[in-house]
């Protein structure tokens, strides 16, 4: 059905439609005609195109036409020149004229305009662009506003336009030309709607930009206000320069965009788009970060204003992406105040395009900010800002000056003018110092102003700042802030801290005053714990409040702190106090402190006038601890040199100590020091005296740090009382001066010193000693001892020698020098002085001594030795001190082998060796380098020289003269000297005595064996003897004996009992002794009693005088008979008479075996055989009593005198056969003439008695 009302319709329509296409043939074919006619008015229309283009216009040519249902005029070639330079060239220009609106209103009006192919010159000047060569039009039609250019655009506007193929060279404002090219422009008008097409290229970019652009409108009567319109508008690769004439600063990047915009009553209502912004950077500044940007915009007109929106905004600022983001932007026309919303933005971006449209402070131009802004809401008013409100997020700040580089704040802000908060909440804020530890903090607070008529006020409402080594919170207000006077804050704070050296280095940034700062840098080791309340109140100019009034306080407890002293003290460390500080006083009350490991469990301190330059630590304290604890802490401090004596004690249980100090904190003052230490009762041993124990030590030590003042302490030692007095002496040298006061047992004294010497000495006495201690060396410099010894036993020889109830004084003064010398000066009772010097390096060593007995004497010696002892003794008991040295010694020769140069200048009055006394023997010695004495005596008994090689412990020398006389007989042996004092020897004596006896020249060689002393060699030598012995001296006197082997040559028997002073009754010129025999113990302990030997006797030529008178009457007859006998004429040939001439009974020989025992000389076998006759002896002398036991048989010889008898008297004949006939009877003869006599009693009176008459038995 409906296709046959088409097809009705269609037959309906058919004539009209044919008329109508008949008639706008005519029509366009009556145009067509009229073209000649129309081409002569083109010089005129050019005219007037010149005219109104103020250029030269030609047109090539001229023709008419028609188009739907208008005229045209159809133009070629038509070109705008200005001297001589073509502006605009259009190739053909299509003209329709609307015949109706034209007879209407009076006036051309036309119907269309149809342009193919335009070429121009456009160039921007002055924020407008105008076709080059065509300036003077702009100037010919000034307009006022937009309404008078729609409004003339409005009447001259056909109802539609067409341009295509437009190519023109524009020239921007930065002389960059471009070449666009207008593919078309299409402008339809139906009534008051128009519709607008438009799409073109710039084709020398490279992609090729292009633009597209569709709109319609809606306008009456060509008023603005009356416009309606909605359009599109596309941008395709556009370079963002070609906008930089309508920017405030020149940019260059890529951009594309889809518009949507409408417009109502001539406004522009609303624009959205679709924005594409790429590599967008200011001009010229090629290495700043470029900017790319991706948004849907939306702009609007509101009531009284207009908003901008903006989401799903993408921006890439260099490297950094941002996410999704969204924007608002209101502005209220009516009041202008502008509102601005952005969802998120980093703020380094926006700070750097921000710098091309205002220009940031100085100061803060080089601080770089970075961060993100959430939900930032910016409002402002007349380029007045009004408030602000955002969250940020990991903002960050660097390069502000000194300033820290801060990152990581998280938080809000509001800001109004009258009033505002800041918010952080912040659970990472690093704060970065330069070469410092990298602090990571949690931050929360909560900040609130508010503007007041005439200041500011600020409240912090908690304050929390958290650090693994921190923890603060704070609350209070800061007000009256303003710009020509200082704030006044009221504040609250809890602080907890850890580990201070953790913040030591930022510490060194606070605005401190310099030698604060340094004291709390370098003087606070450690602090572990910190926990305070903090108080602040007051105006800060007048901050800390110690002149105005304010409030600055501060109350906390420390822990695990440790603080440096002065220079040499040690730290206290692991100091608990709580500390309180007001204004610039800082107190602490200590519970716990430990000072180089004494543990204090109280005190006080304060630092007054903080911050002033002259701050100073006041404190006292005091303790009750074990005393070993304390002595280490004393000698880890300069007390030390004023407590010398302390080093090295051992004390028991614990002692109370009170100290208080005065210490600059910085400067050149020095610390001050006032302190005591109580013993309680305590036992104290020292170091130097190990097994020395003060009990009850009691008293009070007071010192400063200069010294000690006058203290004293009471103890018991030993069992006796012992008083110590301490001070610190200033004159002539600062030192300390120990004074001691006690008594000493012996028995005591030789548990501290291992001596054998000291077992000479018994009882107790009481001394005093001071030792002075210099504080510049801390050692021992002087120690004066001195005691009257009364109490005491010396049990030693004279002169030595002491009882217990007399008084000897004794002063000994020891000074230690700084050239490891020990000088040692001793005084004891007049009796001698003696001064000593001793090294101490690598040990003990004994260098110098010189000791002065009795009165002055003046050495002998050229080259003064380093060991010298010299004076005047009254007595000295050899024997004793030998006895006191074996005693003291026994295990020791005694030789001194490693002595350097020593000598010795004594004389001595009364010297006793064994049971003699020597008096007024002088004994000078000296010992060269070679470690030989030269010993030079004088006495009496002895004098001469003789030398003693230590190296080989040798005696030798020569001695002119000795005596020595040996004990009477009827004396016990004793062991009184014994070998082992003695050395090698090897002496010559000129002259021998002893007991009276002259022995002539001795000599004797001997040394020392394991068993004892070896005599090799012992001579005598006179002109009337010689002997010759060996002998050995045992080492045990008391279990050995002493062996002697001799030989006595004798040239003269009579002069040898001469100078032995012994009755002369047996003479002989010449004759041997051997001697063999033995007695117990030494040598000098020979006694006839003991002695047991055998002696062989051989005399020649001697005779026997002193004999009774019967005996010579006998004796006579055979001198007469020995003048005849034949046997004598030897002697009688030797004109030897002497047989004749003297008293008593000559001998040839006598010989004989004898045997001594326990005084005793025996004999069984002795005879005499003389010219007289021949004796037979046996029997006993006691040599002890000198008494006679002996049997003597006497043979007279009468037979031999018979032939010289005869001779005489008969002739030779008779004598010859008389001598053989007395050689037959001669032993009959002899027998019937033997004696026998017993010879008893003393060798002063002796018995002799005639046992019986001859015997005639033989006969």
């Known amino acids: 059905m409906l296709k046959n009302r088409c097809r009705f319709l269609l037959k309906a329509c058919r004539l009209p439609l044919a008329i109508t296409i008949i008639t706008l043939a005519m029509l366009a074919?009556?145009?067509?005609?009229?073209?000649?006619?129309?081409?002569?008015?083109?010089?005129q229309l050019a005219h007037r195109l010149s005219i109104l283009a103020h250029a030269n216009v030609t047109i090539e040519t001229m023709q008419t036409g028609w188009y739907w249902f208008y005229p045209t005029v159809k133009l070629k070639g038509v070109k705008f020149s200005y001297q001589k330079n073509t502006a605009l060239k259009i190739h053909e220009m299509v003209i329709g004229i609307d015949l109706i609106r034209t007879f209407w209103h009076q006036r051309l009006k036309l119907s269309s305009i149809k342009i193919d192919g335009v070429k121009a010159n456009i160039k921007h000047t002055h924020k407008h662009w105008q076709i080059a060569g065509l300036t003077n039009v702009y100037r010919s039609y000034p307009v006022n506003s937009l309404s008078n250019y729609v409004q003339i655009i409005y009447d001259i506007l056909p109802h539609k336009v067409q341009?295509?193929?437009?190519?023109?060279?524009?020239?921007?404002a930065q002389n960059s030309h471009l070449l666009l090219k207008g593919e078309r422009f299409i402008m339809v008008r139906r009534g008051i709607n128009y519709h607008l097409e438009a799409y073109a290229q710039l084709i020398n970019q490279k992609p090729v930009a292009s633009i597209r652009l569709l709109a319609n409108l809606c306008m009456k009567e060509g008023k603005l206000r009356t416009l309606n319109a909605n359009g599109f508008m596309a941008l395709k690769q556009a370079d963002i320069i070609y906008l930089n004439p309508y920017l405030s600063t020149s940019l260059t990047g890529m951009v594309d965009a889809n518009i949507w915009f409408d417009v109502q009553k001539g406004q522009i209502e609303r624009v959205q788009s679709e924005l594409n912004l790429k590599d967008v950077r200011p001009y010229h500044q090629a290495l700043s970060q470029p900017l790319s940007l991706k948004a849907n915009i939306a702009w609007q007109v509101r009531p009284f204003g207009w908003q901008l929106l903006m989401d799903k905004l993408y921006i890439l600022y260099g490297a950094q992406r941002w996410p999704e983001n969204a924007l608002s932007l209101r502005h209220q026309t009516l009041h202008d105040t502008w509102d601005l919303y952005v969802k998120h933005t980093f703020i380094q971006p926006l700070l750097h395009l921000s710098q091309f449209y205002y220009k940031l402070p100085t100061p803060l131009q080089s601080v770089v900010i970075k961060g993100v802004l959430q939900e930032?809401?910016?409002?402002?008013?007349?380029?007045?800002?009004?408030?602000?409100?955002?969250?940020?997020?990991?903002?960050?700040?660097?390069?502000?000056?000194?300033?820290?580089?801060?990152?990581?704040?998280?938080?809000?802000?509001?800001?109004?003018?009258?009033?505002?908060?800041?918010?952080?909440?912040?659970?990472?804020?690093?704060?970065?110092?330069?070469?410092?530890?990298?602090?990571?903090?949690?931050?929360?607070?909560?900040?609130?102003?508010?503007?007041?008529?005439?200041?500011?006020q600020i409240s912090i409402d908690n304050l929390q700042v958290v650090h693994p080594n921190l923890m603060l919170k704070a609350s209070g207000q800061l007000s009256d802030i303003t710009f020509n006077k200082s704030s006044a804050v009221d504040m609250d704070a809890e602080l907890s801290s850890k580990n201070f050296l953790y913040w030591r280095p930022f510490i060194e940034k606070l605005t401190l005053?310099?030698?604060?700062?340094?004291?709390?840098?370098?003087?606070?080791?450690?602090?572990s714990q910190l926990d305070a309340t903090v108080k602040l109140k007051g105006r800060l100019i007048d901050f800390p409040f110690d002149k105005t009034p304010g409030v600055l306080s501060v109350q906390g407890h420390i822990t695990g702190m440790n603080l440096k002293m002065a220079?040499?003290?040690?730290?206290i460390t692991n100091i608990q106090a709580n500390v309180m500080l007001n204004s610039r006083n800082l107190s602490f009350n200590v519970h716990q402190a430990v000072l180089a490991g004494l543990t204090l469990t109280q005190g006080q301190a304060s630092?007054?006038?903080?911050?002033?330059?002259?701050?100073?630590?006041?404190?006292?304290?005091?303790?009750?601890?074990?005393?070993?604890?304390?002595?280490?802490?004393?000698?880890?401090?300069?007390?030390?040199?004023?407590?010398?004596?302390?080093?090295?004690?051992?004390?028991?249980?614990?002692?109370?100590?009170?100290?208080?100090?005065?210490?600059?904190?910085?400067?050149?003052?020095?610390?001050?020091?006032?302190?005591?230490?109580?013993?309680?009762?305590?036992?104290?041993?020292?170091?130097?005296?190990e097994k020395s124990l003060l009990t009850h030590v009691k008293g009070r030590l007071n010192f400063t740090e200069k010294g000690i003042k006058n203290s004293q302490l009471d103890a018991v030692w030993q069992a006796h009382p012992l008083h110590m007095a301490i001070k610190t002496l200033s004159y002539p040298m600062l030192a300390t001066s120990l004074f001691i006061k006690s008594e000493?047992?012996?028995?005591?004294?030789?548990?501290?010193?291992?001596?054998?010497?000291?077992?000479?000495l018994e009882g107790s006495t009481g001394f005093g000693v001071n030792i002075i201690i210099p504080q510049a060396t801390h050692k021992v410099q002087t120690i004066a001892l001195d005691t009257d010894l009364q109490g005491v036993a010396i049990n030693l020889p004279l002169p030595l020698k002491k009882s217990a109830q007399s008084k000897h004084h004794l002063a000994c003064v020891i000074r230690f020098n700084d050239d490891a010398k020990i000088k040692m000066h001793v005084d004891y009772s007049k009796l001698f002085n003696a001064d000593l010097i001793l090294s101490q390096s690598p040990k003990l060593n004994l260098e110098q001594v010189h000791v002065q007995f009795g009165s002055e004497k003046k050495l002998h010696f050229k080259v003064l030795p380093l060991f010298q002892i010299k004076g005047q003794l009254d007595e000295v008991d050899a024997t004793a001190w030998q006895k006191v040295y074996q005693s003291v010694f026994p295990t020791t020769r005694g030789h001194f082998n490693s002595l350097p140069s020593i000598s010795l200048d004594l004389l001595i009055k009364r010297l006793l060796i064994t049971d003699k006394v020597i008096e007024n023997v002088a004994i000078m010695a000296v010992n060269s380098l070679n470690q030989i004495w030269d010993i030079a005596i004088e006495h009496d008994h002895c004098q001469g020289e003789v030398h003693y090689d230590t190296n080989t412990q040798t005696l030798s020398g020569v001695l002119a003269y000795l005596k020595y006389s040996f004990k009477h007989q009827d004396e016990a042996p004793t062991a009184t000297f014994k070998p082992t004092f003695l050395p090698n020897l090897d002496l010559t004596v000129q002259n021998l005595m002893i007991n009276e006896y002259h022995l002539g020249q001795a000599s004797l060689k001997a040394h020392q064996t394991a068993k004892g002393l070896d005599i090799t060699d012992f001579a005598l030598n006179s002109s009337f003897y010689q002997l010759q012995a060996q002998a050995t001296w045992p080492l045990n006197t008391a279990f050995g004996q002493s062996d002697v082997d001799a030989t006595l040559r004798i040239q003269n028997l009579a002069s040898l009992f001469k100078a032995w002073q012994l009755h002369p009754a047996l003479q002989a010129r010449e004759g041997q002794v051997y001697f063999k025999g033995n007695w117990p113990g030494g040598l000098l302990d020979f006694s006839l009693a003991e002695l047991k030997a055998q002696t062989y006797i051989n005399l020649k030529h001697g005779y026997i005088t002193h004999l009774n008178a019967e005996t010579e009457n006998k004796i006579g007859l055979g001198k007469l008979m020995s003048l005849l006998s034949i046997q004598t004429l030897p002697r009688r040939l030797r004109l030897d008479f002497s047989d004749l001439a003297q008293h008593g009974y000559s001998f040839d020989d006598f010989k004989g075996n004898f045997t001594l025992n326990q005084g005793v000389m025996s004999t069984k076998d002795s005879y005499m055989d003389g010219p007289i006759a021949w004796i037979n002896i046996m029997g006993d002398v006691d040599m002890i009593q000198k008494l006679y036991d002996l049997r003597v048989v006497i043979l007279p010889h009468v037979t031999s005198s018979l032939p010289v008898v005869a001779t005489l008297a008969a002739g030779p004949i008779a004598g010859l056969a008389t001598w053989a006939v007395s050689k037959i009877i001669a032993e009959n003869i002899q027998k019937m003439n033997r004696y026998r006599y017993k010879i008893t009693g003393s060798w002063d009176k002796p018995v002799v008695e005639h046992l019986d008459t001859p015997l005639n038995t033989h006969s």
């Not at 005053?513 to 602090?527: G, H, T």
Request: some cysteine.
């Open 29 to 43: 074919g009556v145009c067509r005609i009229l073209t000649p006619w129309a081409a002569q008015y083109k010089p």
């Open 163 to 172: 341009i295509k193929h437009v190519k023109a060279i524009i020239k921007t």
């Open 376 to 456: 930032l809401h910016v409002a402002w008013q007349a380029q007045q800002l009004h408030a602000v409100s955002t969250q940020f997020r990991q903002l960050s700040l660097s390069g502000y000056q000194a300033l820290p580089k801060i990152s990581g704040l998280n938080g809000q802000l509001a800001w109004q003018a009258e009033q505002g908060f800041l918010k952080l909440d912040s659970p990472h804020v690093n704060i970065d110092f330069t070469r410092m530890p990298l602090l990571d903090l949690k931050l929360n607070t909560l900040w609130h102003w508010q503007k007041k008529p005439q200041d500011i």
């Open 607 to 689: 630092i007054t006038g903080l911050g002033l330059g002259n701050e100073t630590l006041t404190g006292q304290t005091s303790v009750k601890t074990p005393a070993s604890h304390l002595i280490s802490y004393i000698n880890n401090t300069p007390l030390k040199a004023t407590l010398p004596w302390l080093n090295g004690l051992k004390i028991s249980d614990k002692v109370r100590g009170e100290l208080s100090w005065q210490w600059p904190l910085y400067g050149d003052k020095s610390l001050k020091l006032q302190g005591s230490l109580d013993f309680l009762d305590n036992k104290v041993r020292h170091r130097w005296l």
């Open 513 to 527: 005053p310099s030698k604060l700062n340094r004291w709390l840098v370098q003087d606070i080791k450690k602090l």
């Open 567 to 571: 220079p040499s003290w040690p730290d």
């Open 744 to 760: 000493l047992s012996m028995a005591v004294l030789r548990q501290y010193i291992a001596s054998p010497i000291l077992r000479v």
